[in-house]
């Protein structure tokens, strides 16, 4: 029969006194770092519609619906965990920078599937009177305005869209 090494013996002894190496998970909740990426959400007060976070994701969790009802056109965001891969495009390619973030929220597991999607925020869209094509949300239209300053002038859909 084969003795435990010494190592090993230490090791057990340690475990014994000290107590286990693993992290009380259900009692305290684990902290992470300030760079992990989570859950992406957004902030539909600084979120300006443009869609850029669907354009930029690479697996398609994040879609962008545009519907159009007689009472108002507005643009939907749906997230789907399920294919999401924290990767962080999203939040990099955000013009605004924080309208949509990756949270240090990490728990995420459910039973079911349908569970993880997210209808994220909905946007009222500008549509062109003669095509009827979309010209963009309009805190889209509103956040151009203020970004171009004396230049807005020179387009009459900024003018026009921010006269009411």
Known sequence: MRYPK???????????IIGP???NF????????????????????TC?????????????????????TEDEPYRIFNQDLGKCIFCGECQIQC????GIELKPEWDLAVLNREDLIYE??????LFCSD?????????????????????AFSNPTLILSMED
């Open 48 to 68: 300006i519609g443009c869609g850029a976070c669907a354009i930029a994701c690479p697996t398609g969790s994040i879609t962008m619906i545009e519907a159009e």
């Open 131 to 151: 095509c009827g094509c979309v010209i963009g949300s309009i805190d889209q239209l509103r956040y151009l305005y203020r970004r171009l300053g004396p230049l």
């Open 21 to 23: 190496y693993t992290a």
């Open 95 to 98: 013009p605004v920078e924080t």
């Open 26 to 45: 259900p009692k305290k909740p684990a902290i992470c770092s300030s760079k992990y990426r989570g859950r992406p959400t957004y902030d539909e007060k």
């Open 120 to 125: 994220g925020i909905r946007k009222e869209v």
């Open 6 to 16: 010494l190592r090993e013996l230490v090791e057990a002894i340690k475990a014994l």
